[in-house]
Structure formats: structure tokens, C-alpha cells
């Protein structure tokens, strides 16, 4: 009797722990909203409206979550990694730390038109975690950035810390990086006949305090440096940024 009653109490034990696990590898994959100002609203996968989304909401693999005018909001990724919305933006999380078959844990974010703020921590050789644009993918390596798409799809990304990997032809595994350098735009000029045009591949690394902007047919139009005192640099988004930022980052150590 005792036996049986031994090897109950081991088999809950077991079943607890196992629950336990699969519950904390669930909580790993997904996004909570932390931050919420004005209209933000989420759309699942498996819905056809979009529902409001208040601090605490839940955000998993496939959801959209989009801000509306004076709104903003913040959405933390497995307690590690920050994603914060400015107002009029839509994002796509296409995949939240899914492991592939190369045995890699990848997260694929879209910005699908606004403007976001991301602080990533370090990634590691097994992780992937890239966030793309209508018209360039950037693959992250622990890196704090800024980046916008404008209406007609033009898209910039700077860099604050860390550094990234942009490209316009993410497929393209066989591509050189190359490192930001500013350049001069060439001016209008005639073209000889209709003939026909290939979209030139490219894949640079931009880094601290530099900035790349590609328009929407994909090629670079402007890439350089900034500084903090550059007027785009002074808006209030950026200083709450900034001010949530610091403001993780003293917590992170008072919990260590």
C-alpha cells in the first residue's frame, strides 16, 4: 500500500514538473504589451478584427499589433528584448523565437509601416532575431536601433548601439557585407532607350551612431553617421526611449 501510494505521489510530481516546464517554454515564445498609450490594438492570427491591447495583453507568433494617432506602446520579448511602437505603426511578428531545422531559435519582426525602437541583448550563434521592412531586412546582434518606413515604402535605419546587418536581398546568402561609408548621390541624368534595369544586391553593416536610408525600389539613398544633437535626434519619442531605456536597464541590475 505504501508502495502504491509512493509511486502515486512521484508520478504527480513528475506531471507537475513536466507542465511546469512546457508552461515556461510557452512563456518564452511570446510578447507581453508593458506599455500602453492611447489606441493600441493587436490582431491574432486566427482573427478578422482587431482587438484592444492594454498592458499585460499577450502577444504570440503571427499577431499584428498596430498604434493609431498620439498612442504609443511597448512590448517585451521573452523578458529579454524590447520593442517599442511610435504612434501610426504596424508591426507583424512573423515568428517569436521558433527553432528552425537548422536548430536555430528565430524571431522575424516586420514593421510594416511607422517607425520602431528595438533593444535587443546579445544574440548568440544559435539565435536569429531580424527585423525587416518592405524593401531590407536587418539581421540584429545585440543592438539598441531605430527604424521607420515611410507611406511610399522609403525606409532608414539608425543605430545606437551594437551594430547591423541590412540588406536588400536577404535570400541572398553569398553577398560580401560591406561597411558604411558616406557617399554622394549621383543627380538626375538622361537614360539611352527603354532597356531593361536589375536591382543591384547589397548587404552593409551599419554601426554606432551611423544611418542608412534605402527608397522604396531598394537601393541606398543616403548612409552616414549622426549625433545626438541632430534635430531628428531631439523629439519626444526619442527622449522617452531613451528615458525607458535607462530605466530598464537600472532595473536589470537591481535584480541581479
Known amino acids: 500500500?505504501?508502495?502504491?501510494?509512493?509511486?502515486?505521489?512521484?508520478?504527480?510530481?513528475?506531471?507537475?514538473?513536466?507542465?511546469?516546464?512546457?508552461?515556461?517554454?510557452?512563456?518564452?515564445?511570446?510578447?507581453?504589451?508593458?506599455?500602453?498609450?492611447?489606441?493600441?490594438?493587436?490582431?491574432?492570427?486566427?482573427?478578422?478584427?482587431?482587438?484592444?491591447?492594454?498592458?499585460?495583453?499577450?502577444?504570440?507568433?503571427?499577431?499584428?499589433?498596430?498604434?493609431?494617432?498620439?498612442?504609443?506602446?511597448?512590448?517585451?520579448?521573452?523578458?529579454?528584448?524590447i520593442i517599442r511602437l511610435a504612434p501610426k505603426t504596424t508591426i507583424d511578428f512573423v515568428k517569436l523565437y521558433q527553432e528552425t531545422k537548422e536548430k536555430k531559435v528565430k524571431t522575424q519582426i516586420k514593421l510594416e509601416g511607422g517607425q520602431l525602437w528595438a533593444s535587443v541583448h546579445e544574440v548568440s550563434a544559435q539565435t536569429d532575431f531580424d527585423i525587416a521592412a518592405p524593401v531590407a531586412a536587418a539581421a540584429i546582434t545585440g543592438t539598441v536601433l531605430r527604424m521607420s518606413v515611410e507611406d511610399d515604402t522609403t525606409t532608414q535605419l539608425k543605430v545606437?548601439?551594437?551594430?547591423?546587418?541590412?540588406?536588400?536581398?536577404?535570400?541572398?546568402?553569398?553577398?560580401?557585407?560591406?561597411?558604411?561609408?558616406?557617399?554622394?548621390?549621383?543627380?538626375?541624368?538622361?537614360?539611352?532607350?527603354?532597356?531593361?534595369?536589375s536591382l543591384e544586391e547589397w548587404i552593409y553593416i551599419v554601426k554606432a551612431m551611423q544611418q542608412i536610408t534605402i527608397d522604396k525600389k531598394g537601393s541606398v539613398v543616403n548612409m552616414g553617421n549622426f549625433t545626438g544633437n541632430d534635430k531628428d535626434e531631439k523629439s519626444d519619442w526619442i527622449k522617452w526611449n531613451q528615458l525607458r531605456d535607462l530605466e530598464r536597464l537600472r532595473q536589470l541590475r537591481r535584480n541581479r
Request: aromatic share 4%.
Open 160 to 197: 545606437y548601439k551594437g551594430e547591423v546587418k541590412i540588406t536588400n536581398a536577404p535570400e541572398n546568402t553569398n553577398l560580401k557585407p560591406q561597411s558604411l561609408k558616406p557617399y554622394q548621390i549621383q543627380g538626375p541624368h538622361q537614360i539611352q532607350g527603354p532597356h531593361q534595369v
Open 1 to 81: 500500500m505504501r508502495t502504491s501510494t509512493l509511486i502515486l505521489l512521484c508520478m504527480i510530481v513528475l506531471i507537475i514538473g513536466n507542465s511546469a516546464s512546457i508552461g515556461g517554454l510557452e512563456d518564452s515564445k511570446k510578447g507581453i504589451v508593458t506599455y500602453a498609450e492611447g489606441q493600441v490594438k493587436k490582431k491574432p492570427t486566427v482573427a478578422e478584427n482587431w482587438l484592444n491591447a492594454p498592458v499585460n495583453t499577450e502577444v504570440m507568433t503571427g499577431d499584428m499589433v498596430r498604434t493609431y494617432q498620439q498612442s504609443q506602446a511597448e512590448i517585451n520579448l521573452a523578458q529579454l528584448d
